[in-house]
């Protein structure tokens, strides 16, 4: 169990990330890749990543073991672009670099001959793991970067509802179900006994779309203090085709669009874009849709946000 040790000061400090962030996006995704859980959620986009990893991209997965400990310098503290992440990332010091790899090894962890040069100063080796971060993303996360955003701002919007509604005692409640608020104390379902005291620094809380299971944190005490968990993903394979049955049920435009819509919290713009249809289709669809009560819609300034409802899941569950 992780404990994390709250004081007054900590809980008027509590922030939620507002963007996904692409470094524990990355290390999430490279556990995926290798690791068979979330099968119904991750298993197209796994199919297809494995094959897409450059082979400069491998040298992230010999930095990072499949399971256990990551060397903490890998997921440098918000950063919003994989630019500015791969930028603290080089630019971590030396006595860090060395320190976290040392830790590997402490772990019983094989570490692959270019990490000891890493830690032994070779700085030559630190831009080829920039390189390798940057072709990975650019594979493996960029063509879906906008579901990404899209979904961790989903859950950024609920936790930031309960924050207003109920102030951090609630936020602090309903962050996730391995997550238990117990005053001043925040215990999370986690691999070893680890404890973390804020000591007035505050937390923050990192929705991450790749992460799956048990949430996780720093090694480090000193590290700026984060939590970051998985969000919730709907009970299907969210990059399928819709089946043959639905298919034949809605039409074959129709089905992906609820399919995209239960994927997906969208307006009609960007519903258009990721079923290739043009605008006037997505709304004619969107409107038969909703009048069916698979889908509703809200107005958001000049746009309406189409999200599924709970017969709209059912519809694509049973079908």
């Given at each position: 169990?992780?404990?994390?040790?709250?004081?007054?000061?900590d809980?008027?400090?509590?922030?939620?990330?507002?963007?996904?962030?692409?470094?524990?996006?990355?290390?999430?995704?490279?556990y995926r890749?290798?690791?068979?859980?979330?099968?119904?959620?991750?298993?197209r986009?796994?199919?297809?990543?494995?094959?897409?990893?450059?082979?400069?991209?491998?040298?992230?997965?010999?930095?990072?073991?499949?399971?256990?400990?990551?060397?903490?310098f890998?997921?440098?503290?918000?950063?919003?672009?994989?630019?500015?992440?791969?930028?603290?990332?080089?630019?971590?010091?030396?006595?860090?670099l060395?320190?976290?790899?040392?830790?590997?090894?402490?772990?019983?962890?094989?570490?692959?001959?270019?990490?000891?040069?890493?830690?032994?100063g070779?700085?030559?080796?630190?831009?080829?793991?920039?390189?390798?971060?940057?072709?990975?993303?650019?594979?493996?996360?960029?063509?879906d970067?906008?579901?990404?955003?899209?979904?961790?701002?989903?859950?950024?919007?609920?936790?930031?509802?309960?924050?207003?509604?109920?102030?951090?005692?609630?936020?602090?409640?309903?962050?996730?179900?391995?997550?238990?608020?117990?005053?001043?104390?925040?215990?999370?379902r986690?691999?070893?006994?680890?404890?973390?005291?804020?000591?007035?620094?505050?937390?923050?809380?990192?929705?991450?779309?790749?992460?799956?299971?048990?949430p996780?944190?720093?090694?480090?005490?000193?590290?700026?203090?984060?939590?970051?968990?998985?969000?919730?993903?709907?009970?299907?394979d969210?990059?399928?085709?819709?089946?043959?049955?639905?298919?034949?049920?809605?039409?074959q435009?129709?089905?992906?669009?609820l399919?995209?819509v239960?994927?997906?919290?969208?307006?009609?713009?960007?519903?258009?874009?990721l079923?290739?249809?043009?605008?006037?289709?997505?709304?004619?669809?969107a409107?038969?849709?909703?009048?069916?009560g698979?889908?509703?819609?809200?107005?958001?300034?000049?746009?309406?946000?189409?999200?599924?409802?709970?017969?709209?899941?059912?519809?694509?569950?049973?079908?």
């Amino acid at each position: 169990m992780l404990k994390i040790h709250f004081t007054d000061a900590d809980l008027a400090k509590v922030t939620i990330a507002e963007d996904a962030d692409p470094m524990w996006e990355l290390l999430m995704s490279s556990y995926r890749i290798r690791r068979p859980e979330g099968e119904p959620f991750f298993g197209r986009w796994r199919r297809g990543s494995r094959s897409a990893v450059p082979e400069s991209g491998r040298l992230v997965m010999s930095a990072v073991p499949p399971y256990g400990y990551c060397p903490d310098f890998l997921t440098p503290a918000a950063h919003a672009t994989i630019g500015d992440g791969v930028s603290a990332v080089l630019e971590t010091p030396p006595a860090a670099l060395a320190t976290d790899v040392a830790e590997l090894a402490a772990q019983g962890t094989r570490v692959a001959p270019w990490l000891r040069r890493l830690a032994d100063g070779e700085t030559r080796e630190l831009h080829r793991l920039g390189t390798a971060l940057h072709d990975y993303y650019r594979r493996c996360l960029a063509p879906d970067w906008a579901t990404v955003r899209r979904a961790v701002a989903r859950d950024h919007d609920r936790l930031r509802s309960n924050l207003d509604r109920g102030g951090p005692q609630l936020l602090l409640s309903t962050v996730h179900p391995d997550i238990t608020w117990s005053p001043p104390v925040l215990r999370v379902r986690f691999p070893i006994e680890q404890e973390l005291h804020l000591d007035g620094r505050g937390l923050r809380l990192i929705p991450t779309f790749f992460a799956h299971g048990m949430p996780t944190t720093y090694k480090d005490p000193g590290r700026p203090p984060a939590l970051v968990y998985s969000i919730s993903h709907p009970r299907f394979d969210s990059d399928a085709e819709p089946g043959a049955s639905l298919a034949a049920l809605l039409g074959q435009t129709r089905a992906r669009v609820l399919v995209t819509v239960a994927t997906t919290r969208c307006n009609t713009s960007e519903l258009a874009e990721l079923t290739g249809v043009s605008l006037a289709t997505a709304s004619q669809h969107a409107s038969v849709l909703r009048a069916s009560g698979l889908i509703t819609s809200a107005r958001s300034g000049k746009s309406q946000i189409h999200e599924i409802t709970p017969l709209g899941l059912g519809v694509i569950r049973a079908s």
